[in-house]
């Protein structure tokens, strides 16, 4: 399996992830959204990061039930309540800190502003793909 990550000189450059992600194999791997609760279902917190944190790291184990790792990720999909400069700040801090806590790698990235999610109090959602050989 090999991942190639391409950011091309002639668009903006990328903060915190690829603008292109190239990946082959023979598994891929797609987690279901996964919000900031805990195995018991309660969420860790009421802000941002925490929430961010807790929401990548259920995606990352999601990942990992499948046999494939963190850094085997080709694309994260975030969706975000209310995604204000401020909140996203928190956001990324606490996906920054999953991310070297799992020894996940920067990969293609999409963030969806929503108005809600289905489980109430829940600011963010993360759906995860990876690719194995």
Do not use: C
């Not at 279901?32 to 018991?40: E, M």
């Not at 790291?57 to 790792?69: H, V």
Request: aromatic share 4%.
């Amino acid at each position: 399996m090999t991942i190639e990550k391409i950011n091309p000189d002639t668009i903006a450059p990328p903060h915190g992830h690829a603008q292109v992600v190239v990946a082959t194999g023979s598994k891929l791997v797609f987690a279901s959204g996964q919000v900031g609760i805990d195995k018991d279902e309660k969420l860790v917190g009421d802000d941002y990061r925490s929430q961010g944190h807790r929401a990548a790291l259920n995606a990352y184990a999601a990942i990992s039930a499948s046999g494939a790792t963190p850094a085997d990720i080709v694309r994260l999909t975030v969706y975000v309540v209310d995604p204000a400069q401020k909140n996203l700040e928190e956001l990324y801090a606490g996906l920054g800190a999953a991310a070297k806590e799992a020894g996940a790698k920067t990969t293609a990235m999409s963030l969806i502003g929503i108005t809600g999610l289905s489980m109430p109090g829940a600011f963010v959602e993360i759906e995860a793909t990876a690719i194995i050989a």
